[in-house]
């Protein structure tokens, strides 16, 4: 996946300036408006250059862009080791621009593209080296994006600092934005991040290591495809974070199909954007020996804001819950009896075990049990449990058989 799509095919290789010169980008743009948009067909790769490819694109298309643009590392020289060995660092030409004000140019065109064909949902991701991070970081607050996070992805197997002048570069830059300020309903699955941490809350510093092994793709000479190959296990955490099954996840800078092969396995749809044809190839294979996962498998844990509402007073309706049952809070400390209504009511009697004497109040399951603790808010759902036998338990889990039967 990443950066071959920068550079349209007619352009001659040894020139990416000549790619991105004003006169050639403005009858690019201008043909690009006449001509028609494609439908939106998903599963494949679309060949040839990534902003002419975007712009055929319909508004409002896709759900979550990821994109891994060009670095423009700047390199001035070859790099080797110790040993005088050639270091593979990334020196193809669709990494090479005439200027910073050209790398500019071209940044705030694929992102405005980009931002056109998000829904209002959509969010983007993209991921870049001191290089040039920061540079698209402007651009796309420039262009209305609005930052939900910056995600420091650390590498625990980094390429060391061969010459010993400067700190290891352990480390890479993801930004994820929403397509404007003013956008709710973006999906985050904050529930099943947790729970891919071991039931921690997911931070914003991720250390996975680089692509190697056998992940890493090879050319016909056995030497690795792709400078800048990212590893499934990034990619997974992406999409796993932020779409569901079925959504549809375009990548304008395809590379090796990273982004693509993750979303096959992981049920959702794809677009990639790719110039090299080497590029393409090796990714439509790696893609076609990829299956996707069974339903079951692609099920994450969901928060209670992704689960289907479930009011408190469906557990009396249904019998599950009667009216005048008696409810406790954690260790029997409080009490509350259940109304007709689905409401609570809780009197200093009932309460007069805890020394409380806040007088009687009858409200919902939230309201009375942050009123019987003295608090600003409670879950009332947690916090209130229902006898069974001789112990109690939450009045969540009754919930939850009642959502087991709706889906």
Same mark, same amino acid.
């Given at each position: 996946?990443?950066?071959?799509?920068?550079?349209?095919?007619?352009?001659?290789?040894?020139?990416?300036?000549?790619?991105?010169?004003?006169?050639?980008?403005?009858?690019?743009?201008?043909?690009?408006?006449?001509?028609?948009?494609?439908?939106?067909?998903?599963?494949?790769?679309?060949?040839?250059?990534?902003? %002419?490819?975007?712009?055929?694109?319909?508004?409002?298309?896709?759900?979550?862009?990821?994109?891994?643009?060009?670095?423009?590392?700047?390199?001035?020289?070859?790099?080797?080791?110790?040993?005088?060995?050639?270091?593979?660092?990334?020196?193809?030409?669709?990494?090479?621009?005439?200027?910073?004000?050209?790398?500019?140019?071209?940044?705030?065109?694929?992102?405005?593209?980009?931002?056109?064909? &998000?829904?209002?949902?959509?969010?983007?991701?993209?991921?870049?080296?001191?290089?040039?991070?920061?540079?698209?970081?402007? $651009?796309?607050?420039?262009?209305?994006?609005?930052?939900?996070?910056? #995600? #420091?992805?650390?590498?625990?197997?980094?390429?060391?600092?061969?010459?010993?002048?400067?700190?290891?570069?352990?480390?890479?830059?993801?930004?994820?934005?929403?397509?404007?300020?003013?956008?709710?309903?973006?999906?985050?699955?904050?529930?099943?991040?947790?729970?891919?941490?071991?039931?921690?809350?997911?931070?914003? %510093?991720?250390?996975?290591?680089?692509? /190697? +092994?056998?992940?890493?793709?090879?050319?016909?000479?056995?030497?690795?495809?792709?400078?800048?190959?990212?590893?499934?296990?990034?990619?997974?955490?992406?999409? &796993?974070?932020? /779409?569901?099954?079925?959504?549809?996840?375009?990548?304008?800078?395809?590379?090796?199909?990273?982004?693509? $092969? #993750?979303?096959?396995?992981?049920?959702?749809?794809?677009?990639?954007?790719?110039?090299?044809?080497?590029?393409?190839?090796?990714?439509?294979?790696?893609?076609? $020996?990829?299956? /996707?996962?069974?339903?079951?498998?692609?099920?994450?844990?969901?928060?209670?804001?992704?689960?289907?509402? #479930?009011?408190?007073?469906?557990?009396?309706?249904?019998?599950?819950?009667?009216?005048?049952?008696?409810?406790?809070?954690?260790?029997?400390?409080?009490?509350?009896?259940?109304?007709?209504?689905?409401?609570?009511?809780?009197?200093?009697?009932?309460?007069?075990?805890?020394?409380?004497?806040?007088?009687?109040?009858?409200?919902?399951?939230?309201?009375? +049990?942050?009123?019987?603790?003295?608090?600003?808010?409670?879950?009332?759902?947690?916090?209130?449990?229902?006898?069974?036998?001789?112990?109690?338990?939450?009045?969540?889990?009754?919930?939850?058989?009642?959502?087991?039967?709706?889906?």
């Amino acid at each position: 996946m990443n950066h071959g799509a920068a550079m349209s095919k007619t352009a001659p290789p040894s020139s990416l300036a000549d790619a991105i010169a004003p006169t050639k980008r403005a009858a690019q743009h201008k043909k690009s408006k006449t001509a028609p948009r494609a439908s939106v067909i998903v599963d494949r790769i679309m060949r040839g250059d990534a902003l %002419d490819n975007l712009r055929a694109l319909p508004d409002a298309c896709v759900d979550l862009v990821f994109a891994d643009p060009p670095y423009n590392l700047q390199l001035r020289q070859s790099l080797h080791r110790p040993d005088q060995s050639k270091v593979d660092a990334v020196d193809d030409h669709w990494d090479q621009f005439d200027s910073f004000a050209a790398y500019d140019r071209f940044t705030r065109d694929w992102l405005g593209e980009a931002r056109r064909v &998000l829904k209002p949902t959509g969010t983007l991701w993209v991921i870049g080296s001191y290089h040039n991070i920061f540079r698209v970081g402007t $651009a796309l607050q420039d262009l209305g994006f609005w930052i939900l996070n910056d #995600v #420091v992805w650390r590498k625990s197997n980094p390429m060391p600092n061969f010459k010993g002048t400067r700190f290891t570069n352990a480390h890479e830059t993801l930004i994820w934005a929403a397509r404007d300020a003013k956008q709710t309903g973006y999906t985050f699955n904050y529930k099943a991040m947790k729970s891919l941490n071991e039931d921690v809350q997911m931070r914003s %510093d991720w250390l996975l290591p680089i692509c /190697t +092994g056998n992940e890493r793709l090879k050319n016909a000479d056995g030497q690795k495809l792709h400078p800048t190959q990212k590893p499934e296990s990034l990619l997974h955490r992406v999409l &796993l974070a932020t /779409t569901q099954p079925g959504d549809i996840v375009l990548d304008p800078f395809f590379g090796s199909g990273t982004t693509g $092969a #993750v979303a096959k396995m992981l049920g959702r749809h794809y677009i990639g954007i790719e110039a090299e044809a080497e590029y393409a190839d090796a990714a439509q294979a790696r893609i076609d $020996a990829v299956e /996707t996962l069974d339903a079951d498998a692609l099920e994450v844990t969901q928060s209670a804001r992704q689960q289907p509402r #479930v009011p408190f007073g469906r557990l009396v309706e249904n019998g599950m819950i009667r009216p005048g049952t008696q409810l406790f809070g954690p260790a029997r400390r409080y009490q509350a009896r259940v109304r007709a209504d689905g409401s609570l009511k809780a009197s200093d009697s009932d309460n007069s075990m805890t020394g409380s004497s806040t007088g009687s109040m009858t409200g919902s399951i939230h309201q009375v +049990g942050a009123h019987v603790q003295g608090a600003q808010a409670c879950n009332g759902w947690t916090f209130w449990h229902v006898r069974d036998g001789k112990k109690l338990v939450p009045i969540d889990e009754l919930r939850t058989k009642i959502r087991e039967t709706q889906t």
